[in-house]
């Protein structure tokens, strides 16, 4: 298994990014994808769930109405639009799979909100 964030970086409070995390050593279609987020002195924490085909997502309540997770299985590639970014959205981002009660995460991918 292997996960490969990208598509963070440094954005002002009210910008928009869009992270992608790239898939593979698995059948990305056969499995619900997570994003995660680990803020400064915190610990890490679910944002985001989309279902296998992509037709159910979960957000945490911070996050509701300004991020949006989608996939494209036929691309193996998991993506996370994050749109009126705020300071307390800075953090480092993974996407994860479980596997067989088997937690996978990619190396994270760093987002600073910031003017």
């Known amino acids: 298994v292997q996960l490969v964030e990208s598509g963070g970086g440094l954005v002002q409070p009210g910008g928009s990014l869009r992270l992608s995390c790239a898939a593979s050593?698995?059948?990305?279609?056969?499995?619900?994808m997570s994003w995660y987020r680990q803020r400064p002195g915190k610990e890490r924490e679910v944002v985001a769930v989309?279902?296998?085909?992509?037709?159910?997502?979960n957000y945490i309540d911070s996050v509701k109405g300004r991020f949006t997770i989608s996939r494209v299985n036929a691309k193996n590639t998991l993506y996370l639009q994050m749109n009126s970014l705020k300071p307390e959205d800075t953090a480092v981002y993974f996407c994860?799979?479980?596997?067989?009660?088997?937690?996978?995460w990619g190396q994270g991918t760093q987002v600073t909100v910031s003017s």
């Open positions: 994860n799979v479980k596997q067989q009660r088997v937690d996978y």
């Open positions: 989309i279902s296998s085909r992509g037709v159910s997502t």
């Open positions: 050593g698995f059948t990305f279609s056969a499995y619900v």
